[in-house]
């Protein structure tokens, strides 16, 4: 199934802006509850899968496919933490754009796992 550009690229942009807005508020609600680590983690691993999405246009992601999109989000969350710098309130931090990375990275193997284990049960039933 072919999907249009709009279609499969309209998500990342959209959750794109959603980090930049986050990004820009100097304090954001659960700030406090919810550790920095979690928060940056869930929110890329999210961006990850959009990514993979994205670039795969619905389809498996090949590795490479799948690193592009890890270089993509941690690319996104280093161009992030320099706009935080401006924000009042807020700071950049290297950990931040670690944890970018590693919640891209988890983002990018769950996609991956998915379709291969989607593939592994249609070997199975056959």
């Known amino acids: 199934m072919s999907r249009s550009l709009f279609a499969v690229w309209a998500p990342v942009v959209v959750w794109m802006a959603g980090i930049f807005a986050a990004s820009s508020q100097p304090k954001l609600p659960l700030q406090d509850q919810v550790p920095d680590f979690l928060s940056h983690s869930a929110a890329y691993l999210v ?5 993979c999405w994205a670039l795969a246009r619905g389809r498996e992601a090949s590795l490479r496919t799948a690193l592009a999109a890890v270089v993509a989000c941690t690319v996104y969350g280093v161009t992030d ?14 950990r931040d754009v670690r944890n970018d990375a590693i919640g891209a990275t988890a983002g990018a193997l769950l996609y991956r796992g998915v379709f291969l284990a989607r593939r592994r049960r249609a070997v199975e039933a056959a």
Do not use: D, P, Y
């Open 81 to 94: 933490e320099w706009h935080q710098s401006f924000v009042r309130g807020r700071h950049s931090e290297a």
């Open 47 to 51: 961006l990850a899968v959009l990514w």
